[in-house]
């Protein structure tokens, strides 16, 4: 684990937003850390605060505390013009709803190429040209697709489209904003495929958020569980599901429908009630209760966390 | 099998659409039967036609198309000979409702909720006044919403998606419907809330003891809640069995190709199976099987005719040409095999 290159690290983010007069705070007391080469999920209900932290990686959202650090750089709050450039470049995200996330109005030749205009990253237009061509290529779509309008598209070649968008500006880092929860079954396979390729042959390292637990298990290598903005439960992908600790993380994996009638007829849900928690005396913190798996808990859950463990 | 009377039987339906001066057919010859008290499912892409079916029990076809021909038959009566709003409005949402997919839009953001639900039960019920608001109270309680005198007159905007989802499916239920016809009833939410809504609905089935048509593509949704499964593919049923055999016996190529390609199922490092092409385009008339150009396992004669029903059980039958004796016999995909024993290991963990 220790030759592992931390590429993203977050620590203690705090996020807020201003609803009328009061501050509400989205995500607190947030920290991982995402190694170069591999794909992290955040998974978590609507409102948990996943996309937040998402958006804070790219800069789209300020933070009000901790921070964020690209190749150990630190790169939220203010930051001097030519790291902000630098994170522009090698941050991308592909947003969720494929529909909502192009430009109505521009032809895709210019959706596509609108980064590499702002940061002046070609030669000549022939330059250009050939970028966006290649681009497109590589996402398995048609070059002369250039010269069409969104609309004409559809809803998984629009996401293809996004995804080429995010590609052309080289990044280190991508993420991945629900990028299949809007698509069809059968779509759904060739993008992660797709987006399995592109980091292999890329080397690209992922920040995958999503709430479907079945399509996480199957792309990502490590996961964080976020519960009302706070993390509670972070591990290796089948260590997790084979052995979550904390109880929304168990909510969570029983309400993850299988293909298959007979389990699923049997299934028992688990609901979550956040009551059970008795945090008045014995405040809870972020414990490595194994080597590379997290808990968010306090002393007395930690004890039987560990007793669990052991059966 | 028990001898049961189907409680709405469709036969060869066939749905035509005029768009622009072009003959669009979204349903090809579709025949389905309902038994009383099951929950069916109907799963496909997007555009294979699902929705268009199951909205011809309710006549809510849109008015640039309608059924050309078949029939359906309900409590004696052939309903697509309907042609009178009147007619129908007997039947839609009295005798057969129905759940719609996006409980942000299928409320009337402009009135409480309480009065849409009571809005129902005074139409077809003809119950009025301080009875209908008991009644209205009753189904908000019924589909699990805490405090509902209060709630009664909060606006769709007070809720969150899942609580909508749940008035919607009050609005549905109020009437106590034979039939209960749930469109996507959970693609737009959370997985959490998701397994509470499918639960809910199981209850109230079980409580009312009505039938229900669910019309989905997510295949875990369908193993959790169908008795009976319908896979449509570009307006044709081409597979229909019950939901042990769909997923443990399928016959049909297009369903070995759904299920192969969801992620539960695939291998961490290897590309998952993927449908290649698209659809067909239902404005030309389709020639010979309509999966036939994305189906690895396609024959000859698939491109020349199209195939009949072949009966693998009595409850079970698809239409591919794989099932003639004079086919060459086709391994069923690797995954498909393994989901069974894979997933049996994973669930005893």
């Known amino acids: 684990m220790a030759e592992k290159e931390k590429l993203i690290e977050v620590k203690d983010l705090q996020i807020t937003f201003r609803v009328g007069k009061k501050d509400f705070v989205a995500v607190d007391d947030v920290n991982f850390d995402i190694y170069r080469g591999e794909t992290f999920s955040l998974v978590g209900e609507s409102g948990s605060g996943k996309t937040t932290i998402g958006r804070a990686i790219v800069r789209i959202n300020p933070t009000s505390k901790g921070e964020i650090l690209f190749n150990g750089k630190q790169i939220n709050g203010k930051i001097s013009k030519e790291l902000d450039r630098e994170v522009i470049q090698k941050c991308q995200m592909i947003f969720q709803d494929p529909m909502a996330s192009l430009n109505e109005r521009a032809k895709v030749d210019y959706i596509i190429s609108e980064g590499l205009i702002n940061f002046h990253l070609y030669k000549d237009e022939k330059d250009r040209a050939a970028k966006v061509q290649n681009a497109l290529k590589e996402v398995g779509l048609l070059p002369e697709f250039a010269s069409r309008f969104p609309h004409e598209f559809s809803g998984g070649q629009r996401q293809r489209i996004g995804i080429a968008r995010a590609l052309i500006m080289e990044p280190e880092f991508v993420v991945a904003d629900e990028p299949i929860s809007a698509l069809d079954v059968s779509i759904r396979a060739q993008v992660l495929n797709l987006l399995n390729n592109l980091k292999q042959k890329r080397g690209l390292t992922y920040l995958f958020i999503a709430h479907d637990l079945s399509v996480v298990r199957f792309i990502s290598d490590r996961i964080a569980v976020i519960h009302k903005g706070r993390i509670v439960e972070l591990a290796e992908t089948e260590e997790l599901f084979h052995h979550p600790l904390h109880p929304y993380t168990k909510a969570l994996l029983s309400a993850v429908p299988t293909p298959d009638p007979e389990i699923e007829k049997q299934k028992k849900l688990i609901v979550y009630d956040p009551s059970i928690h008795d945090y008045s005396v014995d405040k809870p913190k972020w414990v490595e209760i194994l080597p590379g798996h997290f808990v968010y808990a306090n002393d007395k859950e930690v004890a039987e966390y560990k007793e669990q463990i052991k059966d | 099998m028990e001898e049961r009377k189907p409680i709405l039987s469709a036969q060869d339906i066939e749905i035509e659409f005029t768009l622009r001066g072009r003959k669009l057919k979204p349903i090809r010859k579709c025949s389905l039967d309902l038994y009383e008290g099951e929950t069916l499912a109907i799963v496909g892409e997007s555009g294979s036609g699902k929705s268009v079916f199951t909205k ?7 008015n640039n198309g309608g059924i050309k021909s078949g029939s359906i038959m309900f409590e004696g009566v052939d309903i697509a000979k309907y042609t009178k709003e009147a007619d129908w409005l007997k039947i839609r949402g009295k005798k057969i409702a129905m759940v719609f997919q996006d409980p942000m839009t299928s409320l009337n953001p402009l009135k409480v909720i309480g009065e849409q639900i009571r809005e129902v039960i005074e139409l077809h019920q003809g119950i009025k006044g301080e009875e209908s608001k008991e009644l209205a109270i009753q189904m908000l309680e019924k589909v699990g919403i805490t405090d509902p005198r209060n709630r009664y007159n909060q606006y769709p905007h007070q809720f969150s998606g899942g609580m909508r ?18 469109d996507e009833p959970t693609t737009a939410l959370d997985v959490t809330i998701q397994a509470q809504i499918l639960d809910l609905i199981r209850n109230l089935q079980k409580e009312m003891g009505m039938t229900v048509i669910y019309i989905t593509h997510d295949l875990g949704v369908v193993a959790n809640v169908a008795d009976r499964v319908a896979v449509m593919y570009a307006g044709e049923i081409v597979e229909v069995g019950k939901v042990e055999e769909i997923f443990y016996d399928a016959q049909h190529p297009y369903t070995w190709a759904l299920l192969s390609s969801l992620p539960q199922l695939g291998v961490k ?26 189906n690895r396992h396609a024959l000859k004669i698939d491109f020349i005719e199209n195939p009949p029903y072949f009966n693998v059980t009595e409850t079970h039958k698809a239409k591919t040409w794989l099932l003639d004796p004079r086919a060459p016999k086709v391994e069923h995909p690797h995954a ?13 963990q």
């Open chain 2, 165 to 182: 989802q749940r008035v919607v499916i009050a609005i549905a239920a109020a009437c106590y419907p034979q039939i209960l016809i749930c």
């Open chain 2, 336 to 348: 498909i095999q393994k989901l069974r024993a894979r997933l049996k290991r994973e669930g005893n």
């Open chain 2, 269 to 294: 490092g290897e590309p998952l199976a993927t449908i290649d092409g698209t659809p067909p385009n239902l404005y030309n008339e389709i020639k010979g099987d309509a999966f036939a150009p994305r």
């Open chain 2, 56 to 62: 011809s029990f309710i006549g809510m076809l849109d």
